[in-house]
């Protein structure tokens, strides 16, 4: 069994910050990328900020310079920095790892989401 246990959601004020934490735990041999998506209320998913097993990122265009993902692959761990909130950052933030579990293949495991919401 694979968990992925996100946190550090919350409500805050436009310009404000929040860190999320993703931490994945159970039988895992490996874990390869591990990424950040969000879900606002009548949108598609969307992937934020990506980071590969050798520290290579990727972010959307609308959350470069503001947003930063990192990895403790000690811990199994991603995070999230999130400065300078808006409004339109609001939703669901969902992080997504690709691993291997023992006994099985290469597969995507994700959390069960955390909500941010950015008060204008």
């Known amino acids: 069994q694979v968990h992925m246990v996100e946190s550090g959601g919350g409500l805050v004020q436009t310009g404000g910050s929040l860190r999320l934490s993703c931490a994945a735990s159970g039988t895992i041999f490996s874990i390869n990328a591990m990424s950040w998506y969000r879900q606002a209320p009548g949108k598609q998913r969307e992937l934020v900020a990506a980071?590969?097993?050798?520290?290579?990122?990727n972010y959307a265009d609308s959350v470069k310079g503001r947003f930063t993902i990192s990895r403790d692959n000690a811990k199994n761990t991603v995070y999230l920095q999130m400065n300078s909130l808006k409004p339109e950052d609001t939703g669901v933030y969902l992080c997504?790892?690709?691993?291997?579990?023992?006994?099985?293949?290469?597969?995507?495991?994700w959390g069960q989401g955390t909500q941010v919401t950015v008060s204008s």
């Open positions: 980071i590969s097993s050798g520290d290579s990122t």
């Open positions: 997504k790892a690709v691993l291997w579990q023992v006994g099985r293949s290469w597969s995507d495991y």
